[in-house]
T-cell receptor, first 117, second 113 residues
């Protein structure tokens, strides 16, 4: 079953602009992770944010987490052509909530981001 | 340092054959995960290990799929009697421990003809 839903499904912006992607999920989580994937290639880990954190930064990336709304956002500032990729959020429910069950990540379908030069 | 490696990178097999996919995690990583990714979708969790113990196999589609990690390092995902619907990218990830960042390997592209 799908836990995370990214929004929008596709986003096209001009180079230099900021890009914001959102992720909503359904159940309580241990942490939420964002990944980037270029043209169906490898998945690159971007940021992990834990359920007790509200915001994290890494370079041009800013991630927020609102556990009351069960949502997260990924902001990429000053976008570059090289940022063109699919971006996925993935939730880790953790054995604490799954009664010893899955600690695998549950991914959404992703947001396809295109940066126009 | 070296990341997660997977082999083979591409595998073409005939329907009904068995295949074994290998994952070599980042050195020192306790947890190892298997996922399957269809085109245009996010990865789908299959199973995971802590050390050599398989913690959860609820994501395995059916009993033709099995995985092992006998010495707590390298893992093998085996698909018996492959079917065309098994064609997908199979990805392995490892993490320092449960609840930490998961780092993915390049994947094995399986095509069943």
């Amino acid at each position: 079953s799908q836990q995370g839903e990214e929004d929008p499904q596709a986003l096209s912006i001009q180079e230099g602009e900021n890009a914001t992607m959102n992720c909503s999920y359904k159940t309580s989580i241990n942490n939420l992770q964002w990944y980037r994937q270029n043209s169906g290639r490898g998945l690159v880990h971007l940021i992990l944010i834990r359920s007790n954190e509200r915001e994290k930064h890494s370079g041009r990336l800013r991630v927020t987490l609102d556990t009351s709304k069960k949502s997260s956002s990924l902001l990429i500032t000053a976008s570059r052509a090289a940022d063109t990729a699919s971006y996925f959020c993935a939730t880790d429910v953790g054995s604490m909530y799954s009664g010893g069950g899955a600690d695998g990540l549950t991914f959404g379908k992703g947001t396809h981001l295109i940066i126009q030069p | 340092g070296a990341g997660v490696s997977q082999s083979p990178r591409y595998k073409v097999t005939k329907r009904g054959q068995d295949v074994a996919l290998r994952c070599d995690p980042i050195s020192g990583h306790v947890s190892l995960y298997w996922y399957r990714q269809a085109l245009g979708q996010g990865p789908e969790f299959l199973t995971y290990f802590n050390y050599e113990a398989q913690q959860d196999k609820s994501g395995l589609p059916n009993d033709r799929f099995s995985a092992e990690r006998p010495e707590g390092s390298i893992s093998t995902l085996t698909i018996q009697r492959t079917e065309q619907r098994d064609s997908a990218m199979y990805r392995c990830a490892s993490s320092l421990d449960m609840g930490y960042e998961q780092y993915f390997g390049p994947g094995t592209r399986l095509t069943v003809t």
